[in-house]
């Protein structure tokens, strides 16, 4: 694909979808701004043009659903430069700031996921025909996706403008599909997935796909997933714990799971204990004592922390994916750590996901990792082979 190289971007006003979708706690701070760091990359080669960056946080429906006014903030302090927060996505207001920008300016715009039509996974004829991209496209040169953390779904933001603007790829973007395609052939077999976190429906693709094409010896899970795993495997987790996957809307993933297990038993290792979180305290519990509890499980126990360590350091590739509990919490993020220091060890390791590699920079262990990538479910889609649409799109551009 195209890149920042094959523009001229001289007083242009250039268009930048950017992934600054963090975690954040629930007073709206932001706890980890390793991918709002990550664009300023590409922001400072566009010096010489007007910049405007489009992105979201987090899902509708989510308690970290917000405006992208911190971003704005945060970004700011790395830029070394003022970013103007727009408090509007494609309207009259959002369309005067635009075109009332000079040279050397950067703006944000408002939470793209706030305008309905961004989430929906649509063919590109579609998303051309919206209101967002007719009102934005007139007043912009050209288009970049720097956003390759969003480039697996083929919504609006990523799709919409490609064929309506001269576009190419920001630095991350091509930092990642670089380093990727590079990591794509691994440190050989037996190469592990370690898939944690919450985003329990990407995850059961990714394994579905590995194991399929035994592109993969072993899928270990933690988190959210491993939950969902125990629960397909038979084993009774509690109310509570059953309460919170439905909340999630993942209660369809068990059945999705059961498959898994049926077609790939020796294949899936799920956790033998955890911790459960009692008012903020860790208690250590065997699979077996879940159906009598009523606290949350928020990390994978010792004797799985072990045996997954075990299996982890003797592989030649291990990918990693989302936490295995809650590890911005002191007492939970044990899990997290080890496995962690298990991958640091292993051959050739790539990690991806916001919370664990915040983790892995947090411990200071990112050179014993072979890449580590801004991007969750969309960097465990491109190892696992699957074609993401924001990148092919990029590719059909002439
Ligand atoms: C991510 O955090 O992985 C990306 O920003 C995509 O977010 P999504 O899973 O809510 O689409």
Redesign the pocket.
């Known amino acids: 694909f195209l890149t920042i190289d094959d523009f001229d971007t001289e007083d242009k006003t250039v268009l930048v979808r950017v ?1 600054l ?1 963090s975690p954040m706690d629930p007073e709206g701070n932001i706890l980890d701004d390793m991918r709002i760091r990550s664009h300023v990359a590409t922001v400072k080669e566009l010096k010489n043009a007007k910049v405007v960056l489009l992105a ?1 946080q ?2 509708p429906g989510k308690n970290d659903f917000t405006t992208m006014s911190p971003h704005a903030s945060k970004m700011s302090k790395y830029l070394g430069q003022d970013i103007k927060y727009i408090d509007d996505i494609f309207g009259t207001y959002a369309r005067q700031k635009i075109s009332s920008m000079e040279k050397g300016d950067v703006a944000l715009l408002e939470n793209v996921r706030f305008y309905s039509e961004e989430s929906l996974e649509r063919p590109v004829s579609e998303h051309e025909k919206t209101h967002l991209v007719r009102k934005l496209a007139p007043l912009f040169d050209i288009y970049l996706n720097d956003a390759f ?2 480039s697996h ?1 083929s919504h609006l933001s990523i799709m919409g403008f490609t064929n309506v603007l001269p576009s190419g790829a920001g630095r991350i973007m091509e930092k990642e599909v670089t380093s990727l395609d590079l990591g794509k052939s691994g440190g050989g077999r037996p190469s592990i997935f370690v898939l944690g976190g919450a ?1 329990v429906d ?1 995850s059961m693709k990714v394994i579905e796909h590995v194991l399929s094409n035994n592109d993969v010896d072993r899928v270990l899970v933690t988190g959210l997933v491993g939950n969902v795993m125990l629960a397909a495997s038979g084993v009774d987790i509690g109310e509570e714990n059953m309460r919170f996957i439905e909340k999630q809307g993942y209660t369809d993933q068990i059945d999705r799971a059961k498959t898994l297990l049926d077609k790939f038993n020796d294949k899936i290792g799920v956790p033998q204990d955890l911790a459960l979180n009692d008012n903020g305290k860790r208690i250590e519990v065997g699979v077996n004592e879940l159906a009598t509890t009523n606290h949350p499980v928020n990390d994978i126990g010792l004797e799985t922390i072990v045996s997954y360590s075990k299996e982890i350091e003797n592989a030649k590739t291990v990918v990693l994916n989302g936490p295995a509990g809650v590890s911005e919490n002191e007492e939970f993020a044990l899990g997290t750590r080890e496995i962690i220091k298990a991958a640091a060890k292993a051959s050739y390791s790539i990690v991806g ?2 919370h664990i590699s915040a983790e892995v920079l947090n411990m200071g262990v990112e050179d014993s990792f072979y890449h580590l990538s801004t ?4 960097c465990i889609d491109y190892l696992a082979g699957e074609k993401l649409p924001g990148v092919e799109i990029l590719k059909e551009v002439k």
């Open positions: 992934d979708n979201h987090s899902r953390s969003v779904r985003k990407d996901g916001g991007a969750g479910g969309a």
